[in-house]
């Protein structure tokens, strides 16, 4: 087992009462659950994501925490929060790290698996 293992597990979602695909307004929410699956503590500080839109337009956005949290997690503790992202398109996709911190102060990085953020019916 590592001392420092975080699983990331995602949850999209179209909010369709938020979008407004006349003006390609697109809103997803995803819920996010992170496991400290590791033996030690680990904090989350912050956090790096790349939106890619249909027609492949990359946003980065980087931040402190998450929903202005830092959790920190006792092994085989977890911690989930949703947010939202909005896009110009109907379909997109999110991938991204998380840096964290394990109790002894070395930083790690956790990959946060691409996910496909899609308005239902667009995927064939």
């Given at each position: 087992?590592?001392?420092?293992?975080l699983?990331?597990?995602?949850?999209?979602r179209?909010?369709?009462?938020?979008?407004?695909?006349?003006?390609?307004?697109?809103?997803?929410?995803?819920?996010?659950?992170?496991?400290?699956s590791?033996?030690?503590?680990?904090q989350?500080?912050?956090?790096?994501?790349?939106?890619t839109?249909g027609?492949?337009?990359?946003?980065?956005?980087?931040?402190?925490?998450?929903?202005?949290?830092?959790?920190?997690?006792?092994?085989?503790?977890?911690?989930?929060?949703?947010?939202?992202?909005?896009?110009?398109?109907?379909?997109?996709?999110?991938?991204?790290?998380?840096?964290?911190?394990?109790?002894?102060?070395m930083?790690?990085?956790?990959?946060?698996?691409?996910?496909?953020?899609?308005?239902?019916?667009?995927?064939?």
């Amino acid at each position: 087992m590592k001392s420092h293992e975080l699983t990331v597990t995602v949850q999209p979602r179209y909010l369709a009462d938020q979008s407004d695909p006349g003006k390609r307004q697109y809103v997803f929410a995803y819920t996010i659950r992170i496991t400290n699956s590791g033996s030690e503590p680990a904090q989350l500080i912050s956090r790096h994501w790349i939106i890619t839109d249909g027609n492949q337009q990359e946003q980065e956005v980087r931040g402190l925490g998450v929903v202005g949290q830092q959790p920190l997690l006792q092994p085989g503790e977890s911690f989930e929060y949703t947010s939202g992202c909005p896009l110009s398109t109907p379909v997109g996709t999110m991938r991204g790290t998380y840096h964290c911190v394990g109790e002894n102060g070395m930083p790690f990085e956790v990959d946060i698996p691409e996910f496909v953020l899609a308005m239902p019916r667009t995927l064939h």
